[in-house]
């Protein structure tokens, strides 16, 4: 049972949303008809506030971020054709493939020397030559060279592939990488679990159900993970509200999920941009911020709801502040997957540049650790709430 949630119904204009804003009032659970009501109502104000309250109520003003480095160590990838959303990846002998030896990894990783991050992320492409030694390998350099940084890699679909190309199961490649240094894992790969949009836009891509099967066996193995929803390209209202009800039911089951991060479609170079005629239109403010908020009230058992400031723009993760969020993606430093995809936003942000984020929104700023265990606030009376954050991003 949600605890219950203080909330005035008369900030509701649609009154479709009343008998849900008396549910959140009596601490009940909200439906999959309530969620697809929530994602249909045209008062995003009132679904806002909503999700504001049931966010107050778990984390009052408080909002995190880490200071984590993404490291993207191939772009190599055997689903290069058939996931058309992707602008990332290249087959082995396509212009611009690359993949990292340890060196090349190491070399970057040594960015995080002198700074403060305090974890990698790490994602890439389904590389036949990136099987699981690469990574051991790679995991075990990266402790002994920043014992202080903790590892988050791997997604589901690339532990699938791991273990599909070295012939194990997939929980004997958690363990095995586990033991290497990994430490949690991030939740791209679930784009929208609906095998009707797969089939449209990842094909052979490792399907929902699996998804959740890997997600599972890390959360028994005590890897903890994040998750995430890919929408905005041909997904229905329907397919979204399938999504989020079977992350719901997983948390409900381990309760080891972190948090859950909505990704918002981008449509430039890549196949599905070009064949939905979508170039250069991404997805809407609206939309973004619906998604989020519907995650804080029908997410009930999850702790954080993350706002990804690269692919929304700071000036919509600013606002999504009070629509449900309290975590905003980190300082990032060199972001590549978006940026192959039309992302406009700078690759990396500086902690200045952050703290005047959360801040120029009313809230208090605190750094967290991979665990969202709270490291450091940031109490400074003086936050000017006109300053613009994208003035102070690195590029
Ligand atoms: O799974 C690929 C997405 C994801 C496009 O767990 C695209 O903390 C939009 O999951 N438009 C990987 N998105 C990134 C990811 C992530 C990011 C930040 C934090 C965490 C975390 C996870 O990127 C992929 C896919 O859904 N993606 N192409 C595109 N054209
Ligand atoms: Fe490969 Fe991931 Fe891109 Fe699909 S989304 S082509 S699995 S890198």
Known sequence: MPAPIQFDLDRLRDTRLRPIGEKLRAGERLTADDALTLYQ????????????????????????????????????????????????????????????????????????????????????????????????????????????????????????????????????????????????????????????????????????????????????LGIRSNCTMLYGHVESMEDRVQHLTMLRDLQDETGGFLAFIPLAYHPDDNELGKTLGREGTATTGFDDLRNLAVGRLFLDNFEHIKSHWIMVSSAVSQIALHFGVNDIEGTVVREKIYHAVGAHTPQGMTLPALLTLIRGAGKRPAERDSFYRILREFDDASADPTADPLALTTH
């Open 41 to 220: 109502s045209p008062d995003l104000l009132g679904v806002g506030a909503m999700a504001d309250a049931a966010n107050r109520a778990k984390h009052g003003d408080v909002v995190t971020f880490a200071a984590n480095q993404h490291i993207n160590p191939t772009n190599v990838c055997v689903l290069r054709k058939t996931c058309v959303f992707c602008g990332y990846a290249r087959l082995p002998k396509e212009e611009g493939a690359y993949r990292y030896t340890l060196e090349q990894v190491l070399a970057e990783s040594d960015r995080a020397d002198g700074t403060i991050t305090r974890e990698f992320h790490i994602v890439g492409g389904l590389d036949m030559q990136a099987g699981l030694e690469y990574y051991q390998t790679m995991f075990r350099a990266l402790k002994a060279r920043h014992p202080q940084v903790h590892i988050k890699a791997l997604t589901a679909v690339e532990i699938a592939h791991i273990a599909r190309i070295e012939k194990m199961s997939r929980e004997d490649v958690l363990i095995a990488l586990r033991e290497a240094g990994l430490d949690t894992m991030p939740g791209g790969g679930a784009e929208t679990f609906s095998a009707a949009v797969r089939d449209v836009i990842a094909d052979k891509k490792l399907g929902g159900t699996d998804y959740i099967d890997v997600h599972r066996t890390a959360h028994r």
